[in-house]
Protein backbone atom coordinates (compact mmCIF):
# COMPACT_ATOMS: atom_id res chain seq x y z
CA UNK A 1 0.00 0.00 0.00
CA UNK A 2 1.26 3.49 -1.14
CA UNK A 3 0.23 7.09 -0.55
CA UNK A 4 1.33 8.80 -3.93
CA UNK A 5 3.92 10.83 -2.55
CA UNK A 6 6.83 10.25 -4.14
CA UNK A 7 10.31 10.21 -2.06
CA UNK A 8 12.73 10.36 -5.02
CA UNK A 9 13.72 9.67 -8.71
CA UNK A 10 15.95 6.75 -8.67
CA UNK A 11 17.92 6.19 -12.25
CA UNK A 12 17.72 3.04 -14.49
CA UNK A 13 21.35 1.77 -14.30
CA UNK A 14 21.09 -1.60 -15.68
CA UNK A 15 17.88 -3.55 -17.97
CA UNK A 16 18.22 -7.31 -18.07
CA UNK A 17 15.59 -9.44 -20.44
CA UNK A 18 14.89 -13.19 -19.07
CA UNK A 19 12.57 -14.75 -21.31
CA UNK A 20 9.70 -12.31 -20.92
CA UNK A 21 10.46 -10.79 -17.68
CA UNK A 22 13.12 -7.85 -17.38
CA UNK A 23 15.20 -6.90 -14.45
CA UNK A 24 16.03 -3.23 -13.81
CA UNK A 25 18.74 -2.11 -11.90
CA UNK A 26 18.50 1.10 -10.07
CA UNK A 27 20.31 3.52 -7.79
CA UNK A 28 18.82 5.56 -5.27
CA UNK A 29 19.60 7.22 -1.83
CA UNK A 30 17.49 4.50 0.38
CA UNK A 31 19.14 1.33 -1.42
CA UNK A 32 20.88 0.55 1.78
CA UNK A 33 17.85 0.96 3.97
CA UNK A 34 16.10 -1.60 1.60
CA UNK A 35 15.51 -5.28 1.99
CA UNK A 36 15.02 -8.29 -0.23
CA UNK A 37 11.41 -8.94 -0.72
CA UNK A 38 10.54 -5.38 0.34
CA UNK A 39 8.02 -3.73 -1.90
CA UNK A 40 8.93 -0.56 -3.95
CA UNK A 41 6.72 1.33 -6.03
CA UNK A 42 8.51 2.77 -9.42
CA UNK A 43 6.47 5.00 -11.19
CA UNK A 44 3.55 3.93 -9.62
CA UNK A 45 4.31 -0.18 -10.21
CA UNK A 46 4.92 -1.89 -6.92
CA UNK A 47 7.63 -4.39 -7.37
CA UNK A 48 9.50 -6.34 -5.20
CA UNK A 49 13.21 -5.91 -4.39
CA UNK A 50 15.39 -9.29 -5.34
CA UNK A 51 18.54 -7.95 -5.09
CA UNK A 52 21.02 -5.32 -3.51
CA UNK A 53 24.45 -4.58 -4.49
CA UNK A 54 26.11 -1.62 -2.52
CA UNK A 55 23.83 1.69 -4.08
CA UNK A 56 21.94 -0.06 -6.29
CA UNK A 57 18.90 -2.66 -6.15
CA UNK A 58 17.23 -4.89 -8.59
CA UNK A 59 13.67 -5.25 -9.37
CA UNK A 60 11.89 -7.84 -11.81
CA UNK A 61 8.98 -6.75 -13.90
CA UNK A 62 6.68 -9.46 -15.40
CA UNK A 63 5.20 -9.40 -18.85
CA UNK A 64 1.51 -8.28 -17.36
CA UNK A 65 3.20 -5.48 -16.07
CA UNK A 66 5.25 -4.77 -18.85
CA UNK A 67 2.10 -4.67 -20.69
CA UNK A 68 -0.15 -2.55 -18.40
CA UNK A 69 2.74 0.17 -17.69
CA UNK A 70 5.45 2.59 -19.40
CA UNK A 71 7.86 0.37 -17.61
CA UNK A 72 9.17 -1.23 -20.63
CA UNK A 73 9.63 2.12 -21.76
CA UNK A 74 12.29 2.66 -19.71
CA UNK A 75 16.63 2.75 -20.55
CA UNK A 76 19.43 2.81 -19.12
CA UNK A 77 19.65 6.77 -17.73
CA UNK A 78 15.77 7.23 -17.16
CA UNK A 79 14.40 8.70 -14.10
CA UNK A 80 11.80 6.37 -12.15
CA UNK A 81 9.20 7.87 -9.31
CA UNK A 82 9.89 5.72 -6.46
CA UNK A 83 7.82 5.48 -2.85
CA UNK A 84 8.46 2.77 0.10
CA UNK A 85 5.42 1.45 1.15
CA UNK A 86 3.12 3.69 3.72
CA UNK A 87 3.98 3.06 7.32
CA UNK A 88 0.99 1.94 9.26
CA UNK A 89 1.84 4.46 12.50
CA UNK A 90 1.91 7.35 9.29
CA UNK A 91 0.05 10.25 7.82
CA UNK A 92 -1.81 9.15 4.50
CA UNK A 93 -1.13 12.24 3.17
CA UNK A 94 -1.95 11.27 -0.62
CA UNK A 95 -4.69 9.29 -1.40
CA UNK A 96 -4.63 5.22 -0.66
CA UNK A 97 -2.39 3.76 -4.05
CA UNK A 98 -2.26 -0.02 -4.42
CA UNK A 99 0.48 -0.07 -7.19
CA UNK A 100 -1.24 -1.83 -9.25
CA UNK A 101 -1.38 0.16 -12.78
CA UNK A 102 -4.47 -0.25 -14.39
CA UNK A 103 -3.48 1.63 -18.07
CA UNK A 104 -1.15 4.12 -19.56
CA UNK A 105 -1.93 7.30 -20.57
CA UNK A 106 -0.42 9.74 -23.06
CA UNK A 107 0.37 13.20 -22.46
CA UNK A 108 -1.22 15.70 -25.31
CA UNK A 109 -0.11 19.10 -23.23
CA UNK A 110 1.92 20.95 -20.86
CA UNK A 111 1.42 24.75 -20.16
CA UNK A 112 3.31 26.52 -17.82
CA UNK A 113 1.37 28.78 -15.47
CA UNK A 114 3.66 31.37 -14.13
CA UNK A 115 6.06 28.69 -12.03
CA UNK A 116 3.30 25.85 -12.24
CA UNK A 117 2.33 23.67 -15.20
CA UNK A 118 -0.54 22.30 -16.03
CA UNK A 119 -0.53 18.85 -18.07
CA UNK A 120 -3.19 17.06 -20.09
CA UNK A 121 -3.78 13.67 -20.70
CA UNK A 122 -5.48 10.99 -22.69
CA UNK A 123 -6.43 7.47 -22.14
CA UNK A 124 -7.98 5.02 -23.88
CA UNK A 125 -12.35 5.10 -22.43
CA UNK A 126 -14.99 2.79 -23.54
CA UNK A 127 -18.20 1.97 -21.69
CA UNK A 128 -16.78 -1.12 -20.44
CA UNK A 129 -13.61 0.34 -18.99
CA UNK A 130 -16.06 2.81 -16.70
CA UNK A 131 -18.13 -0.06 -15.90
CA UNK A 132 -15.11 -0.88 -14.06
CA UNK A 133 -13.83 2.52 -12.69
CA UNK A 134 -11.66 3.09 -15.01
CA UNK A 135 -12.97 6.66 -15.13
CA UNK A 136 -11.50 10.14 -13.43
CA UNK A 137 -13.95 12.34 -11.77
CA UNK A 138 -13.73 16.02 -11.07
CA UNK A 139 -11.53 16.91 -7.77
CA UNK A 140 -11.10 12.87 -7.60
CA UNK A 141 -7.91 11.39 -7.28
CA UNK A 142 -6.14 9.55 -9.86
CA UNK A 143 -2.37 8.39 -9.59
CA UNK A 144 0.32 9.38 -12.24
CA UNK A 145 3.48 7.52 -12.36
CA UNK A 146 3.29 6.87 -8.67
CA UNK A 147 2.43 10.64 -7.73
CA UNK A 148 -1.21 11.48 -5.82
CA UNK A 149 -2.98 13.82 -7.88
CA UNK A 150 -6.24 15.71 -7.76
CA UNK A 151 -8.11 15.73 -11.20
CA UNK A 152 -8.89 18.93 -12.99
CA UNK A 153 -11.57 19.18 -15.98
CA UNK A 154 -11.53 15.86 -17.02
CA UNK A 155 -13.57 14.30 -20.07
CA UNK A 156 -14.80 11.02 -20.93
CA UNK A 157 -10.80 10.26 -21.84
CA UNK A 158 -8.99 13.23 -20.92
CA UNK A 159 -7.95 14.90 -17.26
CA UNK A 160 -5.88 17.78 -16.34
CA UNK A 161 -3.67 17.58 -13.50
CA UNK A 162 -1.67 20.84 -11.88
CA UNK A 163 1.85 20.37 -10.59
CA UNK A 164 3.15 22.46 -8.54
CA UNK A 165 7.31 23.53 -8.13
CA UNK A 166 8.33 21.39 -5.44
CA UNK A 167 6.69 18.01 -6.96
CA UNK A 168 7.88 19.74 -10.55
CA UNK A 169 11.01 19.29 -9.59
CA UNK A 170 10.96 16.36 -6.94
CA UNK A 171 9.44 13.89 -9.52
CA UNK A 172 9.61 12.61 -13.05
CA UNK A 173 7.35 15.45 -14.04
CA UNK A 174 10.36 17.58 -15.57
CA UNK A 175 11.03 15.19 -18.29
CA UNK A 176 7.11 15.38 -19.50
CA UNK A 177 6.50 16.52 -22.87
CA UNK A 178 3.69 15.85 -25.14
CA UNK A 179 3.83 12.11 -26.25
CA UNK A 180 5.25 11.14 -23.22
CA UNK A 181 3.57 7.73 -22.12
CA UNK A 182 2.61 7.81 -17.83
CA UNK A 183 1.28 5.17 -15.85
CA UNK A 184 -2.36 5.58 -14.18
CA UNK A 185 -3.81 3.86 -11.39
CA UNK A 186 -7.85 5.04 -10.64
CA UNK A 187 -8.94 5.60 -7.52
CA UNK A 188 -10.05 1.93 -5.80
CA UNK A 189 -12.82 3.65 -4.40
CA UNK A 190 -14.53 4.38 -7.16
CA UNK A 191 -13.84 1.17 -8.53
CA UNK A 192 -15.08 -0.64 -5.67
CA UNK A 193 -18.30 1.65 -6.22
CA UNK A 194 -18.50 0.73 -10.06
CA UNK A 195 -18.13 -2.57 -9.58
CA UNK A 196 -21.00 -2.41 -6.33
CA UNK A 197 -23.21 -1.26 -9.04
CA UNK A 198 -23.12 -4.02 -11.63
CA UNK A 199 -24.99 -6.23 -8.86
CA UNK A 200 -27.32 -2.86 -8.25
CA UNK A 201 -27.23 -3.84 -4.29
Known amino acids: ?37 QSVAHNGVCLTVVSISGDEYVVTAMKETLDRSNLGLLTVGDEVNVERSMLMNGRLDGHIVQGHVDQTARCTAVEDVDGSHIYTFQYAADAEMARRGYITVDKGSVTVNGVSLTVCNPTRDTFQVCIIPYTYEHTNFHAFQVGTTVNLEFDIIGKYIARIAEYKI
Open 1 to 37: MFSGIIEETAVVTGIRHEGTNVHFTMRCSFTGELSID
